[in-house]
């Protein structure tokens, strides 16, 4: 759980801030991975190159359009519709039969027009939903699609006072990228549950394939209210992270209950998040939806989603993460956590779906879900790293299915493997590391260990369990890890009695 900062004396812990009612509403901007803008042909990244050597210079990625300039003709990007129909489809939105876009009027200086294109009278899906972990259904109001403004730089300026910079500086760079604007009900009643919604949403993103992490941008905007002021809700805009999402959520109810408490009345307001204070701050009362004057956008004609187009689209369709893990449960036996685990990550639900094919299905999520994880996060690797694939993992639990190896050697082998590949077979055959199932010689090293530690063998007797413990684990040093802890076990209680 997110660090919550110091509110008021009367609000200590998460739970004392959620004991009154509170209404959590989010609006998500997601960021699509083309390759081309929303309405031009500029690119949406800097080149490989130019990002390696930051040469990404401001405004260098813009045409008449992206600017604004007066006679250019927006020209709608095919591959948008696309995506978007995806994420509808994954968030069991229904489709409208037409894509319709508006302008949404509003005079700030990350808009060369005075507009932004979106969508507003109808948008390209609604009322969908989504399953959090828990089971509960966030209801999905829209996901329409719009462009993103560009961004402005504040020299000498703060965060939370922009007024104070002596200039503005625009990068139209960002003017124009695609996005998808996904809107919950106002359903969800705790930063956990924002937190969760959040992370549900970004591994579809992943497994639809429309959602860049490393070059793409995920921001939120939460609508905040609370029981004790009438819900006179405060929207929170541009938190980045989810983390972030979640501390900003704790701050934000946190300080309405004390504005009520102290006899403050609230008001409709935009409000910014301040990571390094962490604190919300007023930038201006909340606009309303009237104030934006929405007008269908004369120079885009409405696009037909046909059936025939939606049946492309699904048939394109991955399997979620969600089917992966009623799969995982239901036909391999494998626990909820662990099928949970294994298809967080496509990676690593593709790799466990390639290897459970060879091998026991059971041993390969074990396997994939800790081992493999674990030597991961040791060397700070992520699955687009990862230089093994399925037939490194394959021969390897092979090994250990058919007793070839212990597991403690497999640990080690593993290790290896995820710094250079090899054939484990090959390494196990040329190193002899394979299990010593020879009982009599396994007898032998233990009586070895016992005659080399007497003392701890007089502990043990006594009843210090852990004694046994240091002798089993000086045998497995004599064998290379070569014998298996049971069988050490075993031995070792009959030889002590």
């Keep these: 759980m997110a660090k ?60 008449e359009v992206c600017l604004g300039m007066p006679g250019s003709k927006p020209v709608f990007n095919e591959k948008v519709l696309q995506y978007a129909l995806k994420l509808c489809l994954a968030l069991n939105c229904a489709i409208a039969p037409e894509l319709i876009f508006s302008r949404k009027s509003y005079f700030y200086p990350d808009l060369a027009k005075n507009y932004q294109i979106t969508q507003y009278e109808k948008p390209l899906g609604s009322n969908g939903f989504l ?35 002596s200039s503005v500086l625009i990068d139209y760079n960002r003017s124009g990228i695609p996005l998808c604007e996904i809107v919950t009900t106002p359903t969800i009643t705790n930063p956990e549950e924002a937190r969760a919604f959040m992370n549900k949403l970004i591994i579809i993103l992943h497994y639809l394939g429309i959602f860049d992490e490393k ?31 979640e501390r900003a959520l704790f701050y934000e109810v946190g300080r309405q209950q004390k504005a009520v408490d102290s006899g403050e009345r609230l008001v409709l307001d935009t409000r910014g998040w301040d990571p390094n ?7 201006r009362t909340k606009e309303t939806e009237a104030d934006y004057g929405y007008i269908l956008d004369t120079d885009l004609v409405a696009i037909d989603v046909t059936q025939d187009l939606l049946t492309q689209i699904k048939h394109e369709m991955p399997e979620l993460a969600d089917a992966k893990i009623a799969k995982y449960t239901d036909q391999h036996g494998i626990s909820k956590l662990d099928a949970e685990v294994l298809a967080q990550e496509k990676k690593l639900a593709e ?10 299905p059971l041993l390969a999520a074990k396997w994939l879900r800790r081992e493999l994880v674990r030597v991961m996060n040791y ?7 990862l230089l093994i694939d399925e037939t490194h993992m394959i021969e390897l639990l092979d090994l250990i299915e058919k007793k070839v190896i212990t597991e403690h050697v497999a640990q080690r082998l593993l290790e290896q493997l995820i710094v250079k590949p090899f054939s484990p077979k090959a390494y196990v055959q040329k190193q002899g590391l394979g299990a010593l199932s020879d009982n ?31 002798l089993i684990g000086q045998v497995m040093r004599k064998t290379q890890g070569k014998a298996t ?11 002590l009695k």
């Excluded at 793409?216 to 609370?226: L, Q």
């Design 351 to 360: 790799l466990f779906e390639k290897v459970s094919k060879k091998v026991d």
């Design 440 to 470: 009599k010689q396994i007898e032998k090293i233990c009586k070895e260990v016992i005659a080399e530690n007497p003392s701890v063998v007089q502990d043990y007797k006594k009843g210090n369990e852990k004694s046994l413990h240091f």
């Design 4 to 63: 919550i900062v110091p509110m008021a004396k009367t609000v200590n812990t998460a739970t004392e801030i959620f004991t009154s009612d509170v209404v959590i509403g989010l609006e998500i901007h997601v960021q699509l991975d083309t390759e081309s803008k929303l309405f031009c042909g500029c690119a949406t990244q800097p080149t490989k190159k130019q990002r390696e050597q930051g040469q990404d210079v401001p405004n260098s990625r813009t045409c």
């Design 277 to 283: 204070k962490g604190l919300t701050f007023r930038m």
């Design 379 to 385: 060397n700070k690797q992520t699955f687009d790293d």
């Design 485 to 495: 802890p049971k069988e050490v076990n075993e031995i070792m209680k009959k030889l």
């Design 215 to 245: 070059n793409s941008v995920i921001k939120a905007d939460a609508n905040i209210s609370i029981k004790k002021s009438g819900y006179i809700r405060s929207e929170v805009k541009n938190v980045t992270g989810f983390k972030e999402i």
């Design 131 to 165: 399953t959090l972990p828990t089971g509960k259904k966030v209801g999905i109001t829209r996901v329409h699609i719009e462009e993103d403004p560009a961004s402005l730089v504040h020299p000498g300026g703060n965060l939370a006072n922009a007024s104070s910079a």
